[in-house]
């Protein structure tokens, strides 16, 4: 685990991982070069995770090609960079997935031309220097491949269940469930025609050897419980709908974009059928004018918020204007009705001229 220490950054208290329940909260890259991320994990003392999967090498060649996966914890989440086995000057640590792990969760779908195929073809838009000298590093980009969401025994991976039939009906998701080892391995994925390649899971690992799984169930808990006091207990501030309120939590989304049809002229309709079904759910949800764009962000069961970027078009009358950090509620809105002030952003602190605020 880690702990952000002022002047320190990310202080690990252990110099080795081990895999629990948590590291099934995962955000999974591809890279067609291992070699120089392994190397700055190890310069840095980082403490991570070393794996070994393998895909086919084409769709026509089902020859297996090894790949490596450097994990890394960062409280409560795990970034997974994955690349060429053959890609690393140095391979040895680099064990397969164990069976309380989960061992299929981690492996990708496509094969290898595929992922180097849509590597090359995704506009790169990071430019690494070393810190040390100034130099280009040599790293290539990482491509998001997928997202990975933790979910305890309580949780029922059900097709009809409100998050994954909101994101089939209004974004056309398309959903599956597999079952792996002997049953302890349950994974629910979502994928798009739009977005070839990009695969959010939900794993439930039931495996009997796997630590943490208690404090997983906690954490959900913990969630639901915070999400039931954002939205629905009565606010001591003021009296707006609950979808004016905010929690931290619902910063850990997963955002999905989409114009309504007509160029947006069918928004409003898709705000109130989706916010319809959310309170017939008994979802709770914030709403959020940013850049003329309507941003839902909602607290579904489970330890990732979603939110519905419904693009142009939309009445912005129920938005409660831009997120903004000054007030519990997040919202520009808010802060002017509570600071008798009227803004269209946030206020910033002004850090260079020691003043309250710049706008």
């Known amino acids: 685990t880690t702990e952000s220490v002022e002047g320190m950054g990310l202080v690990y208290d252990s110099d080795t ?3 629990n329940a948590f590291m099934h909260n995962k955000v999974q890259f591809w890279v067609p070069r291992l070699d120089g991320f392994a190397k700055q994990l190890e310069d840095d003392g980082v403490p991570h995770l070393k794996r070994r999967s393998y895909v086919a090498t084409s769709a026509t060649d089902r020859t297996r090609v090894e790949l490596a996966h450097l994990s890394v914890p960062v409280e409560s989440k795990t970034y997974e960079i994955v690349g060429p086995l053959n890609s690393l000057s140095d391979t040895s640590g680099y064990d397969k997935w164990s069976d309380y792990e989960c061992p299929s ?25 070393s810190s040390e000298t100034g130099d280009l590093d040599g790293r290539g980009e990482p491509m998001l491949v997928s997202i990975h969401v933790a979910a305890s025994e309580n949780q029922t991976l059900d097709e009809l269940r409100p998050d994954f039939a909101h994101l089939q009906d209004f974004t056309h998701a398309k959903w599956e469930l597999a079952s792996h080892d002997e049953g302890t391995c349950n994974v629910a994925s979502l994928s798009w025609e739009s977005m070839p390649g990009v695969v959010i899971k939900y794993v439930q690992n039931t495996h009997e050897k796997l630590p943490a799984k208690g404090m997983l169930a906690e954490y959900e808990q913990v969630w639901h419980d915070e999400y039931q006091k954002a939205f629905y207990d009565e606010s001591e501030t003021h009296d707006l709908p609950s979808s004016a309120n905010w929690h931290h939590f619902l910063d850990q989304h997963i955002g999905i974009t989409g114009t309504q049809g007509d160029n947006g002229g069918y928004c409003d309709l898709a705000f109130g059928l989706l916010s319809q079904g959310l309170r017939d759910e008994a979802v709770g949800y ?19 918020a979603w939110e519905y970027n419904l693009a142009s078009g939309c009445d912005s009358t129920y938005s409660f204007g ?36 710049k706008f």
């Open 17 to 19: 991982v081990t895999p």
């Open 105 to 129: 969760c981690h492996f990708f779908a496509e094969d290898l031309e595929t992922l180097q195929t849509r590597y090359d073809e995704t506009p790169n838009t990071t430019v690494w220097y």
């Open 322 to 357: 831009d997120i903004c950090g000054c007030v519990a509620e997040n919202s520009v809105d808010v802060y002017n009705r509570r600071k008798g002030e009227d803004v269209d952003s946030c206020p910033k602190h002004n850090f260079n001229t020691g003043g309250d605020r």
């Open 286 to 304: 914030s709403t959020r004018d940013e850049s003329d764009e309507i941003h839902m962000y909602v607290g579904y069961e489970g330890t990732s």
